[in-house]
């Protein structure tokens, strides 16, 4: 049974532009970027910021590359009236930034918003009202015309305001009809073509009419047709920087805002990582991110994103996710085993081909492009395959596992992470190797060793061995060291087995063991191969050390088979 109230909602009328252009558009330039983190943002905040954390958040904004910051609502709040007065009294907006301040449309809130920006270089003055046939019944309870009147009054008392004004700052106007995208469409025009009728903007004076989803109604594709048919209908589009302002409520304001850019917008308002009121505000990193993912320049610096996480949650008191796009610190990790082998073969892949362009499945983007490393790309788990363990223990200790070697590491790995129920960490899966296959000391050992060349093609071996820890010396020949230590080692065991296999390479640069050895024996007895393997700084005790691991792990499994 279905107990959903579905029938008590009803979808927003769509716009009718049967001939929209948007769904053809794309985005190929990064838009004038507003943050609004230290008045949405920091309005919806449980503990709003203070004074202090504001000031380090307007640098650290202004260090990201934001050339328009909304500071705040200084009429409303003193504490917002201080900061706004903090900022200019200290002198600390560069002359290329412009702080942008909300007010109301009332005489005495623009009044006081005026003298808060006193001696300021470049403010936005950001009228708004609410126009949408919601609040104009419920809350205001007026019609279209006093709503038009409310926003031309304010409208008007800023020009005068502004034309009074005699101490050099540069203002810029912006009206919001707040609710724009539940507001009928044709009084959304009409609202803000009064208002640009008293303000009276030219192409070299633009005025910035921003379109706020303040809640998100509708799917983004609706939002885009009402933006798109805001900059048909508006008289004064050549004179007008169209802003979005969008909120998240359905999880889609990400794709509004972009789907609002290819239907003509100029600007998008936003915060970092989507803070903001109920579901928050548009996520500025991830627009940013996604644009240049596509080649476009974001014209905002984000290449240290551990450093903005780390701040951004310092100041805010919230935290940003661990799947977060393009920032939670899950996002450039695989962990399923088929993606961890495709991620190693496009990374091997972009160094072979020295490739300019990015092309790594699973991997959208080059994590060190928001400066996070490879490291945490592949971590090991229980569903990990082969590729994963293999780039891990390449990656991080130098060691190139053979095939073989991968294949029966692998269900050692399996076993640790699914018993322990956790995920392994580089460490722990070179420590789980180690002590698998790396001189294995029980029950032989080999002390030392000497090779006699008796003939071409023939040696003599004499090796010092512990049996139990019980030292014995041990003879044989073969046509070079390794066949000579197996032939005297088979001779002194009982048991006859050759070399199936045999591989070595240098370690990383940095470990105090220079060489590994990879061993694969098979006795006489049956076809079942043992591996094992040596570590040592010379060569050839590498490779006698992994014979005898090999042993001692058959002896071992045979043990444990009786
Ligand atoms: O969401 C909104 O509509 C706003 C306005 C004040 C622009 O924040
Ligand atoms: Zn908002």
């Known amino acids: 049974m279905n107990n959903m109230n579905y029938g008590r909602y009803k979808a927003l009328p769509a716009v009718d532009i049967p001939d929209r252009n948007w769904p053809s558009n794309s985005i190929s330039k990064a838009p004038e970027w507003c943050s609004v983190d230290l008045r949405d943002g920091n309005q919806a905040l449980e503990v709003p910021m203070t004074l202090e954390q504001k000031a380090d958040f307007f640098k650290f904004l202004v260090d990201i590359g934001f050339k328009t910051i909304e500071i705040g609502f200084p009429a409303a709040s003193d504490t917002d009236y201080n900061f706004c007065r903090y900022l200019i009294d200290n002198a600390l907006i560069p002359d290329d930034v412009a702080i942008q301040v909300l007010t109301q449309s009332r005489s005495h809130i623009i009044e006081k918003t005026m003298e808060a920006l006193s001696g300021c270089k470049k403010a936005v003055v950001h009228l708004y009202n609410s126009t949408s046939t919601l609040q104009r019944d419920v809350v205001f309870g007026f019609g279209c015309k006093e709503c038009i009147d409310l926003a031309v009054?304010?409208?008007?008392?800023?020009?005068?305001?502004?034309?009074?004004?005699d101490s050099g700052t540069e203002f810029i106007l912006e009206y919001s009809p707040e609710s724009f995208s539940s507001t009928e469409p044709e009084?959304?025009?009409?609202?803000?073509?009064?208002?640009?009728?008293?303000?009276?903007?030219?192409?070299?004076?633009?005025?910035?009419?921003?379109?706020?989803?303040?809640?998100?109604?509708?799917?983004?594709?609706?939002?885009?047709d009402r933006v798109e048919y805001f900059c048909r209908n508006t008289r004064y589009r050549d004179s007008i920087i169209v802003?979005?302002?969008?909120?998240?409520?359905?999880?889609?304001?990400?794709?509004?805002?972009?789907?609002?850019?290819?239907?003509?917008?100029?600007?998008?308002?936003?915060?970092?990582?989507?803070?903001?009121?109920?579901?928050?505000?548009?996520?500025?990193?991830?627009?940013?991110?996604?644009?240049?993912?596509?080649?476009?320049?974001?014209?905002?610096?984000?290449?240290?994103?551990?450093?903005i996480i780390d701040f951004y949650e310092e100041c805010t008191?919230?935290?940003?996710?661990?799947?977060?796009?393009?920032?939670g610190k899950l996002v450039f990790t695989a962990f399923s085993g088929s993606h961890q082998d495709a991620i190693n073969k496009g990374i091997k892949k972009m160094e072979e081909l020295k490739s300019a362009i990015w092309a790594v499945p699973y991997l959208p983007i080059d994590p060190a492009d928001v400066g996070r490393d490879y490291e945490p790309i592949i971590r090991i788990n229980a569903q990990s395959g082969r590729g994963g363990v293999f780039y891990v223990l390449d990656h991080f200790f130098g060691i190139q596992l053979p095939k073989a070697f991968q294949r029966d590491f692998l269900k050692y790995v399996k076993h640790e992470s699914d018993s322990n129920h956790m995920e392994l960490l580089p460490q722990q899966v070179f420590d789980l190797f180690d002590d698998e296959y790396i001189n294995v000391m029980e029950p032989y050992w080999v002390l030392s060793f000497a090779e006699t060349i008796l003939s071409e093609g023939e040696s003599e071996v004499t090796a010092v061995i512990t049996d139990n820890r019980v030292e014995k010396t041990i003879t044989g020949k073969g046509n070079g060291l390794l066949a000579g230590f197996v032939a005297a080692f088979s001779d002194y065991t009982g048991v006859k087995f050759s070399i199936e296999?045999?591989?070595?390479?240098?370690?990383?640069?940095?470990?105090?063991?220079?060489?590994?050895?990879?061993?694969?024996?098979?006795t006489d007895k049956s076809d079942k191969i043992y591996l094992g393997a040596g570590v040592s700084s010379s060569v050839t005790k590498s490779s006698v050390r992994a014979i005898v691991s090999a042993f001692n792990r058959m002896m071992a499994e045979e043990q444990a088979a009786l």
């Open 153 to 165: 009054e304010g409208a008007q008392m800023i020009a005068e305001h502004i034309s009074r004004d």
């Open 187 to 224: 009084f959304a025009v009409e609202i803000c073509d009064a208002v640009l009728d008293v303000w009276k903007p030219t192409p070299d004076k633009k005025v910035i009419i921003n379109l706020p989803e303040t809640v998100e109604y509708q799917s983004p594709n609706v939002y885009a």
């Open 243 to 307: 802003s979005l302002h969008t909120h998240n409520d359905r999880g889609c304001a990400v794709a509004s805002s972009e789907l609002g850019l290819m239907a003509g917008a100029d600007r998008v308002e936003g915060t970092l990582f989507g803070n903001g009121e109920r579901t928050g505000n548009v996520d500025i990193i991830t627009l940013a991110i996604n644009m240049m993912m596509t080649g476009v320049d974001p014209k905002l610096d984000l290449t240290d994103m551990n450093k």
């Open 317 to 327: 008191g919230m935290t940003v996710e661990p799947r977060h796009p393009w920032a």
């Open 501 to 522: 296999n045999y591989s070595q390479h240098a370690m990383k640069s940095g470990s105090d063991s220079a060489a590994i050895s990879y061993i694969e024996i098979k």
